[in-house]
C-alpha cells in the first residue's frame, strides 16, 4: 500500500505543469538526439547539464532521465532508415532493422521496437518500485568497509565490462583516479598534484570533465572522421504492427524486458550489453537461426526493449547506492550533486519528491514516447539531414558557455577543453571515456571509505571481511577477477606452447 501511494504521489510530481513540460521536452530532445547519428545523450546530458543550474533537482533530473531513455528510442530510427546507429546501443537494429526496410517494411520494424520499448521500460520501472526501496533500507546499513569493497568491484567492473580491451579500459581506470586525486587529501586535507596553482586546490570539477569527455570529444571525432548523412529510405510503410505481429514478437519483447533490466544494474553494461545480450539469446532460440541478419522482427523488437530497459534499470545503483553504472548516469551523478543532493541509501528518506517524481516521469515519459514516436517520424526523418557543420558549431558554443557557468570562472572552461581533446587522443587509440568518469567518482568513495576502515581496525585488513556483507562483495571481487585472469592466463599459455 505505501509503494501505491508514493507512486501516486511521484505521479503527481511528474505531472507538476513545470515537470511534465520538462518530461516532454527531455524525451523530444532525447529522441532527437537518437535521430542524429554520433551526438548521444552521454554528450547532450553533459550539454544540458547548465540548463539545470536554475531548476528544482526533482525536475532536473525528470529532464536528464527522459533524454536518456528517449534517445533509446530515436537511435532506433537511423539504424533502421538509414543503417547508422543514432545511439550506441542501436547498432543491433541496423542488422535487421535496415534489412526490414529494404524490403519495405520500415514503419512495421520501428512500430514493434516502440512497443518494445515501452514495455520493457515498464517492466524496468516496476522494478525500479519494487526493489529500489529495499536495496536503499538494506544499504544503510553498510559501513566503511562494505563501501570499500563495493567500490573495489564497481572499478573492476567498469574495466571488465567497458568497451575496448581490458588493458585499455584498465588504463582509462587509471587516469580517471588520477584525476579524482587532485586537490585536497580527503583525510589531512593536505595539496595533492595541485603544483601551486589555486584553481587545482579545490579539484577538478566532475563537470567540467564531463562535457568535455563526452561532448567535446564527441564533435572532434565528427569533424575529423568527416561524418556524412545517408539518404534515408522513402518506403516507411504501415507504422502500426498487426495482431499477427504482435504476437509474434511478444516473447523478444517479454525476454529484452528481463534482460535488459538485469544488465542495466551491471557497472559498464547498460543498453549496448543488454542489446547484443538480447540479440544473441533471440537468435540461440530461434527455430531458423539462418534468416537473422535477413530481416528477422524478433531481432528487432528483443534488443530494443532491452536497451530500453536497461536505461531505466540503470538508475537502481545510481539512486539507492549512490553508483552510477555508466557513462549517461555518471553525468547524472553529477547534476545531483550540483543541485546539492548526493545520490545513495538515505535518498528516497530525504528527498522522496526526487525519487518517485523520477519514477512516476518514467511511467509518463515512455507513454508520451509510444504517442510520440509514430506521427514524428517524418520530423525526425529530416532532423537527421542537418548538415554536421551546423549541429557542431552550436554545440561547441553551448559548451564553451555552459563550462563557464558551473563556477563563472575561465580555467573550468579550460579544464572543458583539455578533456576534450584528452578524450579525442585517448579514443583515436581505443581508450574509452566512460570508464575514466566512472573511475573518477568511485575514487573517492574508494579511497576515503578505505582509509577510514584501516583506521577503525588500526591498520589491520580483517575489517573487509567483518560482517556477511562485506564477505560477499569480497567474494564476488575475487570471482570477477579470477573470471578476467584465467582468459588471459590461457591466451599467454597457448602462445607461448604455439612458440615451442
Not at 76 to 86: A, E, H, N, W, Y
Amino acid at each position: 500500500m505505501d509503494i501505491l501511494q508514493n507512486l501516486a504521489d511521484g505521479l503527481q510530481v511528474a505531472l507538476a505543469p513545470q515537470n511534465l513540460l520538462f518530461v516532454l521536452l527531455g524525451v523530444y530532445v532525447g529522441m532527437m538526439v537518437g535521430v542524429l547519428p554520433g551526438l548521444g545523450p552521454a554528450p547532450t546530458v553533459a550539454l544540458l547539464l547548465p540548463i539545470t543550474f536554475g531548476l528544482e533537482p526533482s525536475t532536473a533530473v525528470i529532464m536528464l532521465a527522459g533524454v536518456y531513455y528517449g534517445a533509446m528510442y530515436g537511435g532506433t530510427i537511423t539504424s533502421v532508415l538509414l543503417r547508422i546507429p543514432g545511439e550506441a546501443a542501436s547498432v543491433v537494429s541496423t542488422v535487421d532493422g535496415h534489412e526490414m526496410a529494404r524490403q519495405g517494411h520500415a514503419g512495421r520494424a520501428l512500430g514493434l521496437a516502440a512497443i518494445g520499448s515501452f514495455v520493457g521500460g515498464l517492466v524496468a520501472t516496476c522494478c525500479l518500485v519494487l526493489f529500489a526501496p529495499a536495496l536503499a533500507d538494506f544499504a544503510l546499513n553498510f559501513g566503511s568497509p562494505e563501501y570499500t569493497v563495493l567500490a573495489l568491484l564497481g572499478l573492476i567492473l567498469v574495466a571488465y565490462t567497458s568497451a575496448g580491451t581490458m588493458v585499455k579500459s584498465l588504463v582509462a581506470v587509471g587516469i580517471g583516479l588520477l584525476l579524482a586525486s587532485i586537490g585536497q587529501d580527503p583525510m589531512s586535507g593536505a595539496s595533492r598534484w595541485a603544483f601551486g596553482v589555486p584553481d587545482l586546490m579545490g579539484g577538478i570539477d566532475i563537470v567540467a570533465v564531463i562535457m568535455g569527455l563526452f561532448g567535446l570529444t564527441e564533435i572532434l571525432v565528427n569533424i575529423v572522421e568527416n561524418r556524412r548523412g545517408v539518404s534515408p529510405t522513402n518506403a516507411v510503410g504501415r507504422v502500426l504492427p498487426t495482431g499477427r505481429d504482435l504476437k509474434d514478437n511478444t516473447g523478444a519483447i517479454g525476454r529484452g524486458s528481463l534482460i535488459g533490466t538485469g544488465l542495466g544494474l551491471v557497472p559498464g553494461g547498460g543498453g549496448v550489453l543488454a542489446s547484443l545480450v538480447s540479440y544473441g539469446v533471440e537468435r540461440k532460440i530461434s527455430r531458423t537461426p539462418e534468416r537473422f541478419g535477413h530481416g528477422v522482427p524478433q531481432a528487432v523488437s528483443g534488443p530494443e526493449t532491452a536497451n530500453n530497459a536497461a536505461s531505466i534499470s540503470s538508475f537502481i545503483p545510481l539512486l539507492t547506492l549512490g553508483f552510477p553504472p555508466n557513462g549517461v548516469l555518471a553525468v547524472i551523478f553529477g547534476a545531483l550533486l550540483i543541485q546539492g543532493v548526493t545520490p545513495g541509501p538515505t535518498l528516497i528518506s530525504d528527498h522522496p519528491d526526487i525519487f518517485w517524481g523520477v519514477v512516476g516521469s518514467m511511467v509518463v515519459g515512455n507513454l508520451i514516447l509510444l504517442v510520440m514516436n509514430i506521427p514524428l517520424l517524418p520530423v525526425f526523418v529530416r532532423i537527421a539531414k542537418i548538415p554536421p557543420a551546423v549541429m557542431s558549431t552550436l554545440t561547441v558554443a553551448i559548451l564553451i558557455v555552459g563550462a563557464y557557468t558551473i563556477n563563472g570562472n575561465t580555467f573550468d572552461v579550460a579544464v572543458m577543453v583539455a578533456a576534450g581533446l584528452a578524450g579525442y587522443l585517448l579514443r583515436s587509440i581505443g581508450v574509452p571515456p566512460a570508464p575514466i568518469v566512472l573511475a573518477f567518482i568511485l575514487g573517492p568513495i574508494f579511497e576515503t571509505n578505505f582509509r577510514r576502515s584501516l583506521v577503525l581496525s588500526d591498520g589491520g585488513f580483517g575489517i573487509f571481511a567483518s560482517s556477511p556483507t562485506a564477505v560477499v562483495l569480497l567474494a564476488l571481487t575475487i570471482l570477477v577477477l579470477v573470471s578476467t585472469a584465467l582468459p588471459l592466463v590461457r591466451q599467454r599459455r597457448r602462445t607461448l606452447e604455439a612458440e615451442n
